[in-house]
């Protein structure tokens, strides 16, 4: 595991549009977290490019996000951005990993933690 986060790091991060490959993905972080979870901030998420790191097959069915403002990086489980497995979701709780907490020093216990999705909404709409 700490292998691989160390992977996600080197990852290659493009901001796509949302009528190119990756866009619909891209719509599904905009719309999910308008604000940034980590920096709370207004984020324009870019993609992470998983093809040219090693990841184990588990991490490499993974969507990887980086807010610009921070250098933060979450991921979630592609099957949730794909909105597949339906049924299973019912069941499942939705989480996110922390992979990274970018430029947030004072977040470093969060780095390889999961949270439900609607948490990290949460964290991104408390202003301190
Ligand atoms: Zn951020």
Same mark, same amino acid.
Not at 20 to 47: A, H, I, M, R, Y
């Given at each position: 595991m700490? +292998? +691989?986060?160390?992977?996600?790091?080197?990852?290659e991060f493009k901001r796509y549009g949302y009528?190119?490959?990756?866009?619909?993905?891209?719509?599904?972080? +905009?719309?999910?977290?308008?604000?940034?979870? #980590?920096?709370?901030?207004?984020? #324009?998420?870019? #993609?992470?490019n998983s093809g040219k790191v090693k990841l184990g097959w588990k991490n490499n069915m993974r969507n990887y996000f980086r807010c610009p403002n921070c250098m933060g990086i979450i991921s979630v489980e592609m099957a949730i951005v794909q909105k597949r497995y339906l049924i299973r979701s019912l069941f499942k709780e939705q989480n996110a990993r922390i992979e990274s907490v970018g430029n947030n020093s004072n977040l470093q216990h #969060?780095?390889?933690?999961?949270?439900?999705?609607?948490?990290l909404q949460e964290w991104a709409s408390k202003t301190e």
């Open positions: 700490g +292998d +691989d986060s160390r992977q996600v790091s080197s990852m009528m190119f490959f990756g866009g619909n993905v891209t719509q599904w972080v +905009d719309k999910t977290f308008p604000s940034c979870p #980590l920096c709370k901030k207004p984020s #324009l998420w870019e #993609l992470g #969060l780095i390889g933690q999961e949270y439900p999705i609607k948490t």
